[in-house]
């Protein structure tokens, strides 16, 4: 692979809920940033009550005290334009305009906001506003649990493009197959932006069961096998987890993947491991 075409590598962290959990991220983040990642997202879901707080001072850390690009996500159907102006005014004083723009959780027994009913809205209201913003969005390879079938959520998908996405980042997978056949359905459907590969490690038991019982996406043979095989063995579903991540990231980046966007739990060590295994794919330094 040459420089002109190698895949990026770029990660996910989440704010802590606790004093301990943010000294925790601060050396994550400080181990992370070894790694030289094209960018860090910082996420916020719809419960987050308190968005400057906790996402943007996370992303102003990322900026300000790593010197990393910072994408900070935006869910829209709980904000009106007044607040999303405040809020990109306030990313572009810290210099931050990487955006993931998002529809997020509908609450049960709270009403969104009529502004923004879905990410695309957003993202054409982001654009409007800064121009000079790179917005993100998200995208479902096995279609979005909302959606009635593959060629409606592609068609919206299109029109989340058409609105001004810049990139596409796509929700945690196991099966390559399923993201080869989006990409190509992309392709049909003129989405030319790129298009990077989300991907979530399992490394524990926990993790396991919440994947087999809220995640929408294929699990392959080889991969249910793995967790029914070591399943009371914690460190060899650990290590078996991180080696089939591997394996998916090794197949994507030979395939000539736009990137990879590594969902780490805020586990720098989960982080590292892939990266010493997988550095020479990226054509990155070790």
């Known amino acids: ?7 990026t590598l770029s990660f996910e962290v989440f704010p802590p809920n606790s004093q301990v959990g943010v000294d925790k991220l601060t050396e994550t983040l400080d181990e992370l940033k070894q790694l030289d ?3 860090i997202s910082v996420t916020c879901s719809n419960h987050n009550v308190d968005y400057e707080k906790n996402t943007i001072e996370l992303a102003k850390h990322v ?5 990393l690009p910072a994408m900070v996500h935006m869910p829209a159907a709980y904000v009106n334009k007044a607040q999303v102006r405040r809020i990109l005014d306030e990313l572009e004083e810290l210099d931050i305009n990487q955006v993931l723009a998002l529809r997020g959780d509908i609450i049960d027994g709270h009403a969104p906001e009529s502004d923004f009913k879905y990410a695309s809205d957003l993202t054409k209201f982001i654009k409007q506003e800064k121009p000079n913003f790179e917005v ?3 995208c479902y390879p096995e279609v979005h649990p909302e959606s009635t079938n593959r060629i409606d959520d592609i068609k919206h998908l299109k029109e989340k493009v058409d609105a001004g ?3 596409l980042i796509t929700q945690l997978f196991y099966d390559n197959e399923q993201f080869y056949r989006f990409q190509e359905e992309c392709a049909i459907a003129d989405i030319n932006v790129p298009i990077l590969a989300g991907i979530m490690p399992i490394i524990n038991r926990k993790q396991a069961l919440h994947v ?3 995640c929408s996406a294929h699990l392959p043979k080889k991969f249910l096998a793995i967790l029914d095989k070591y399943k009371d063995n914690p460190v060899a579903l650990r290590d078996a987890g991180l080696a089939y991540a591997i394996d998916q990231i090794v197949d994507l980046v030979t395939n000539d993947v736009d990137g990879i966007h590594i969902y780490t739990m805020n586990s720098s060590k989960t982080a590292k491991h892939i990266y010493k295994n997988t550095a020479a794919f990226f054509n990155l330094k070790k």
Do not use: V, Y
């Open 165 to 167: 996405c810049d990139q």
């Open 1 to 7: 692979m040459t420089e002109t075409n190698r895949s």
């Open 37 to 39: 990642p094209s960018f």
């Open 136 to 138: 993100s969005g998200a």
């Open 212 to 214: 087999l019982e809220n």
């Open 63 to 67: 900026h300000n005290k790593l010197n």
